[in-house]
């Protein structure tokens, strides 16, 4: 039995969620990571979808960003569908 790994969509929902929300509050990765007591290499690799995190990494980031954990992994959080993207 092989390492498990969550769902590219659950990794996709939580990067997107982490960066609208960290960029709703005008913070920078580092500043977020610093808030967390982590790397600040970890916050963009979690945003790039690189990391699969842990539920204590989940609960860090949600109490810095002052959201439940439930919100990180809700989809369209931030309402950032890619069609919108362009659009003015």
């Not at 390492?3 to 590219?8: A, V």
């Not at 995190?53 to 810095?64: G, H, I, M, P, R």
């Not at 002052?66 to 003015?88: A, E, F, I, Q, Y």
């Amino acid at each position: 039995m092989g390492l498990r790994k969550p769902s590219s969509t659950l990794t996709r929902i939580l990067a997107e969620n982490l960066r609208f929300l960290r960029q709703q509050k005008a913070l920078s990765q580092e500043e977020l990571a610093e808030l967390c007591g982590i790397h600040r290499t970890y916050v963009g690799s979690v945003e790039r979808e690189e990391r699969n995190v842990t539920l204590s990494t989940l609960e860090l980031f949600a109490k810095a960003l002052k959201v439940s954990v439930p919100n990180l992994l809700t989809k369209n959080l931030g309402n950032h569908d890619d069609s919108n993207k362009n659009t003015r």
